[in-house]
């Protein structure tokens, strides 16, 4: 008795298939509810952030990190990604208010620097004196008859 090979796609080629075409249906839902790619926004998120990363470590460590030199990239009358010191520029651009650590170019007149400031958020009001004090055992007694006489098993 001999054993015969058994020809076909294998399982591992038809996980990565699967894989592939619920990645493509997807993207086709995506796009055709909000009109676009996500994608596009995200790498250039993604580089943004990169760059600041990349220019707090050369500023912090003195250190030149292999491929980034300073104008290689960089488009004319661009600046370089802002630094957590710097903050951000606000200037006008075609009508519209931005504020950018790029967009906003030194020849622009309507430019200027934006500090920015760590915020607490939301914060719960601190308790006073006078409301801690306002809850006394003389009032509690007062809701507690309240409540007897509103459900009738109070005295009249």
Partial sequence: MSLRHQRGISLIAVAIGSMLVALLSMGLLYYMRNGHLP?????????KSANVITNELKNATDVQLPGNSSNS?????????????EGVRR???????????????????TTRQVKLHDARGM???????SQASASEPGEEELKKKI???ALGNGKK
């Fill in 91 to 109: 200037c006008t651009i075609n009508g519209k208010t931005v504020y950018s650590d790029t967009l906003c170019t030194d020849t622009n007149p």
């Fill in 39 to 47: 994608m596009p926004e995200m790498w250039a998120r993604w580089g």
């Fill in 73 to 85: 990239n960089s488009a004319p009358g661009l600046r370089q990604a802002a630094t957590v010191e």
């Fill in 147 to 149: 409540m007897e006489q």
């Fill in 123 to 129: 914060e719960a009001a601190k308790s006073t004196a």
